[in-house]
Each structure stands twice: as C-alpha cells, then as structure tokens.
C-alpha cells in the first residue's frame, strides 16, 4: 500500500504496537484465548436451542395423543429453553469476567470506541467494503469496526435483554419472592404486564436470529473474501493472514 | 355520638348474635388462609377496636365489582361487611340519596378525619375538566381526591380503579386514568379483576378492618394473599399444558376432552389472580373450568392485547397491527433476502477481481 499511510492508521482495534509490528513479519496471531472460544460455541450451541424451543412454547406442536400423564412434551421443551437459558447466562457472566482479565481482544466485544473519530473512519471504510465500494479490505487483528459495532448492538444489547426479560419470565414461575424475581421482577411492569414480557421475549428473539444470521453470512464470506481467517480463528485461536502487506 | 362504637357493637346493633359473629370470625380466618386459632384473635379484635369507617365511592363504571361483592359466596360475611360499610357512604347501596347522602359523606370524612378506608370503584376520567362523569354536581375527579385527602388507606377495586379497564382502552377519549395517578400521596391497595372474586374483596376488607393494617403487597400494589400466582400455577388443565395437549378449535376432541386452552388464547399464563383456586359463584366453577380462556381481565390494558382468543398477541406500535412472529418472519426473510443478493454480488466481484488480487 501506500507509503504515506501512517502507523497509527494501520490495524485498528485494541492491538498494541508490538502486536502490529508482529502482523508485518509473520501471518498468524493468537486472538481467541480458550475461555472466549469455548464461550462462543456454548452460546451457539445454546443459542441454537433457545430459539427452537422458545419458538415452539409461544407456538407449540400439535397436540400429543393419549393420556396427560403419559405425556410432557411441553415441560421438556421449556426445560431445555431454562436450562440453556441459565448456560448462556452463566457464559454470559464468565465472558464479562474474561473481558477483564483476558487479553485485550476479549474487551474489544463490550467496548466499541464510540467516541473516537479514527474508529468511525474505520467503520466508514468496512461499510464501503461491504458495499462493493472499496476494492480492498484491511486487515483487523481484533475485530474489524463495523463488526464490532454490529457485535455491540444486536449482539451483547440483544443478548442482554433477553437475559434480562427471559430471567423475569422464569422468577415468574419461580415465584414470588425467588431470587430471580427480587432481581429481574421489576422489568413486568415496566414493561406493562407479563403478556408485554412475553411479546418483547419473542421480538427479541426475531431481532437475534436476524444477528445471526448476518453474523453467519459475513463470517463466512469474510473467511473467503478478506485478508484474515475468522472461521478458524474462533475454533483455534490464530488469526491467520492471507498476505504481508502491512494494512 | 361520644364514643366510637366497635365492630362487635356494630354487628350486635345490627341484630347479628353473638353465635353469629364467632361464626363469621372463624369464616374469616379461613377465607384469609390463617389457621383456626386465629378466630378468637379475630373475635377479640372486633370486640375491642373501634371500628373502621369505610367509604365506597363510585367513579366510571359499570358497577360490577359491587355486584360481585353482594354475591359474596358466604352470605355472613357479606352481611357483616356490607352493614358495616352501609353505615357510612355508599351512594349505590345507602338508604338515603341526593343532598342527604352527600352531607353523610362529608360528616364522615370530618368525623373520622385520618381514618376512614376509602374504597374506590370506578376511575375518573380527565379530559374535558373530567366532566365526562358527574357524581353530586361535581367532577368525579374532585370528589375522589377530596374524599382521598384524609384517607388512611385506599382500596381500588376491581381492573378500572387499578387499572383503568375498558374505559382507558384505546384511544381512551375521556382520558380515564387509575387512581393512583390522581392519588399520589396515599398508599393504594389494587384489588383488580373485572370484577374482583367476591371472597377476594371481602377477604381484603376484613382483613383490613379486624387487623387494623394493610395486607402484604406486592411489588404493583396487590394483596399477596390473592394475587401472588397466576392462573397457569393452578390451573386444573395444567397436566394438559405439560403434557403438550392443546384444544386447537373449539369444537375439536381437545375441546370435549378438556385439554389446555393455551392455543386458543388462554391467558392464565401472563393473569395473576385467584380464579382457580377461589374460583367463582360460590367456588361453583371458573371460566377454564367453563370451557373458554382466561382473558387476563385482572391485568394492565387487557383490551389492548388484540384478541382474546390469539396466543401470540399483536404489538399495536406497528401501526398495523402485526404479532411478534409475523414482523419476525418479515424481517428475517428481508434480510435473508438482502443476504442472497450481497452474496451474489461478491461472487460476481470475486470473479472478476481474480487476476488482480493475487
Ligand atoms: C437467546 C436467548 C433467548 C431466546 C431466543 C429466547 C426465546 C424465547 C421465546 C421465543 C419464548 C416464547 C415467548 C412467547 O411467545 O411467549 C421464550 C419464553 C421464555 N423464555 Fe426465553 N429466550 C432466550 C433466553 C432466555 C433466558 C436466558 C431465559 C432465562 C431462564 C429465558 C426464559 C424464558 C421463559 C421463562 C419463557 C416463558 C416460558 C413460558 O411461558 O412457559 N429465555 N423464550
Ligand atoms: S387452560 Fe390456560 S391457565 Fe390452564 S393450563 Fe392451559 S394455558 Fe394455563
Ligand atoms: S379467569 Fe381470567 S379473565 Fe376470567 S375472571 Fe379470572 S382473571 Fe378474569
């Protein structure tokens, strides 16, 4: 590229000088530490069951033959939907404790640079990649900008709101009183009353699925189309780059 | 009068014996769920407090919580109540009417200044200066925060004092609001329904009358005893629920073999309140029991939820009303579509950009 371009424009996100430095000589960087990999696919894995069976209790199978009590089709799916629910917040929790004490990729999903105008540019010039405007991507360490921001917005606000009102829902049934209730109980009326919570569960869960798959189809295309791994970076750790050039 | 009378004295003026009363004590007890040794704190504290004054006022209306409360399954305890309550104001059920009833209701909250309950039924409405119900020559409105000022407590019952029901509907265009956003300074027990279980209501009143306080609320102001669990809780169709059997239409085999009404609209999953334990008309039977979904009637803007008989109910922000799958299913095949087009389009590029890139 460009001789004029200055260092500090070069790979953006949380990556440190030697890091960057790093990039120019080899073509592999260790991102994804194990606790963010393995949080990832719990959360997919989780995920993936929380919209089936979520899906399913606000618009259930048909009717089972026989008698009630040879049956419990509809207390077996809600009882994946509380398991994987409790799963995906606990790795929820544990991602947070490990943006804190992992390395500096794992804070860059909580904390998009929302005030920084180099950040912003950065966005600007991913949004033109996407748009077929730009003929060459850069390259990102970390998360590419508009990336991160798309990852804050559906995905940790999203998850976070159906962590919140799907735990409201469960002190429901918990009880009065339960610990999910004393912490989560105050979203009901906010919202309105329980059947509100119910309607907003759902469109949350609509707005995550059309996260992934967005999310699913720019990894994948990312993978083959930019100039680092990302696929086999979530699974192993390494970001690999597919050339030298510096940016 | 000198000495305010208590509650025993009251009930022995009435012409209730004294079997009577101990009666109506260990009927109590039981209908608040407290243990039989209860009665005789009970029959004490009626013997020895003064006694409450309660006015009952009545707001925009259809009058149904009162007629629930007069069809109150154990007629001693209506009797009980309601003589206590027609003692002081009730302008749908006192005696006298016009200009007397009125001066009663001023004479009681001057006599009782600070402890009087106020019962609320009904809601005010507040546009047009809230001349869209009139009580006495006045503006509901007026009358309600004048009757509200020297109040200890405040019952409001049923969906339209709690909530504001059927009249604050949208577009609501008498504005009528619940009380509590007329009544701000008071402590306010909802007691909501359309209407409220008769027992509910009388539960709630003795309870308040013989143990001189309010009963434990929860987090929106209702009394715990009857509206901590929801109808899905205890509902007798539950196994069905669990089990995955659903009426599907009205007049299917589900229907005949009394299956969940879940898919036909049930609300009892989002509706807290006591139906299926207390159940209705003397603990006769209640609407599940009747065949048809709960309606969710004790719950906030349960008008506005789109149709009774929908499981998924529409989200009315989306101008046209749509529920949460189908604006889902739209978006998400909008994007899926965007996706395919930006796919194809990045393989054209990748084409033709081959040579180049390497
Ligand atoms: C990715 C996250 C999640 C998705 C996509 C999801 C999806 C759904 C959906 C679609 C429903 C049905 C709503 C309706 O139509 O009434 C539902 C219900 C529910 N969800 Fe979730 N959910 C998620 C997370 C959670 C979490 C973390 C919990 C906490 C334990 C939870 C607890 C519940 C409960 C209690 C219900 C109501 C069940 C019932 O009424 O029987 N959800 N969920
Ligand atoms: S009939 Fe209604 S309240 Fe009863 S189990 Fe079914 S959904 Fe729940
Ligand atoms: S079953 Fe539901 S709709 Fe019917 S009275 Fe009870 S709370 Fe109201």
């Known amino acids: 590229m460009t001789m004029s371009v200055k260092d500090e424009d070069l790979l953006t996100g949380e990556e440190r000088a030697q890091e960057k430095q790093l990039v120019r000589k080899q073509t ?36 089972m033959p026989g008698e009630a009590i040879d049956n419990y089709l509809m207390g077996y799916i809600r009882f994946a939907h509380f398991t994987a629910g409790y799963i995906v917040a606990i790795a929820f929790v ?33 949004a033109r990649w996407y748009l077929f405007m730009e003929k060459t991507p850069k ?102 780059f597919k050339d030298d050039r510096p940016d | 009068m000198s000495q305010i009378e208590t509650f ?58 009162s007629e629930s409360f007069i069809r109150s399954a154990h007629p001693l305890v209506k009797d009980v109540v309601l003589s206590m309550i027609s003692l002081d104001y009730d302008d749908t059920l006192m ?28 809601n005010p409405p507040l546009n047009e200066d809230g001349m869209f119900c009139i009580s006495g020559g006045k503006p509901f409105v ?9 109040a200890a407590a405040i019952i409001a019952w049923g969906s339209c004092a709690s909530w504001g029901c059927v009249q604050a509907a949208r577009p609501n265009p008498t504005q009528a609001v619940p009380i509590h956003k007329v009544i701000t300074d008071k402590p306010i027990i909802k007691v909501p329904g359309c209407p409220p279980i008769a ?9 308040m009358l013989t143990f001189g306080k309010m009963p434990e609320l929860d987090r929106q102001g209702r009394p715990k005893m009857f509206y901590s669990q929801r109808i899905h809780d205890k509902c007798y169709r539950r196994p069905h629920f669990d089990a995955g059997q659903f009426v599907e239409e009205w007049d299917d085999e589900g229907a005949r ?15 807290y309140n006591a139906c299926s334990t207390v159940r209705w008309n003397e603990g006769i039977s209640f609407p599940i029991q009747a065949g048809h979904g709960c309606i969710g009637c004790s719950e906030d803007g349960f008008w506005d939820k789109g149709s009774f008989y929908d499981r998924l109910t529409n989200i009315p922000q989306f101008g046209i009303e749509k529920n949460a799958d189908e604006i889902g299913t739209a978006v998400a095949g909008g994007v899926g579509a965007a996706i395919a087009a930006h796919a194809a389009v990045s393989a054209i590029k990748r084409a033709q950009h081959k040579g180049d890139q390497e």
């Open chain 2, 95 to 122: 005696a006298s009417a016009g200009h007397q009833a009125e001066e009663v209701l001023h004479e009681t909250i001057k006599k009782y200044k600070g402890k009087y309950i106020l019962a609320v039924e009904g």
């Open chain 1, 139 to 240: 390259k990102y360490i970390g998360h590419n900008p508009l990336g991160q921001l798309a990852m804050f917005f559906f995905f940790v606000l999203g998850m976070i709101f159906m962590i919140v009102t799907g735990f409201a829902l469960y002190g429901e049934g918990l009880g009065q009183g339960s610990w999910a209730d004393e912490m989560f109980g105050w979203v009901i009326p906010l919202m309105g009353q329980s059947q509100d919570v119910h309607t907003w569960h759902r469109l949350g869960m609509w707005y995550l699925i059309v996260f992934i798959m967005t999310h699913v189809y720019v990894a994948v295309r990312e993978d083959i189309m930019s100039r680092q791994s990302l696929i086999s970076t979530m699974v192993g750790g390494w970001r690999m």
């Open chain 1, 28 to 63: 592999a960087v260790y991102v994804y530490e194990a606790p963010v990999r393995l949080w990832h696919w719990v959360t997919v894995f989780s995920v993936l069951i929380l919209c089936v069976t979520g899906y399913l209790i606000g618009a259930p199978l048909p009717t």
């Open chain 2, 8 to 65: 025993y004295e009251v009930m022995r003026r009435q012409g209730i014996t004294r079997r009577s009363f101990l009666k109506y004590c260990s009927l109590t007890a039981a209908a608040l769920g407290l243990g039989p040794t209860f009665a005789p704190k009970i029959a004490h504290a009626m013997e020895t407090k003064e006694r409450t004054p309660v006015l009952w006022l009545h707001g925009l209306e259809c009058t149904c919580c």
């Open chain 1, 94 to 126: 544990g991602r947070i404790y490990w943006a804190i004490v992992g390395n500096s990729h794992a804070r860059e999903l909580f904390f998009p640079k929302l005030l920084s105008s180099a950040w912003w540019k950065e966005v600007w010039h991913e």
């Open chain 2, 142 to 150: 007026e009358k309600l925060k004048y009757a509200a000022k020297d």
């Open chain 2, 257 to 271: 073999k009394g299956y969940c009404l879940y898919k036909v609209g049930c609300k009892g999953p989002t509706t």
């Open chain 2, 199 to 207: 027992e509910v209501m009388t539960g709630v009143i003795t309870y």
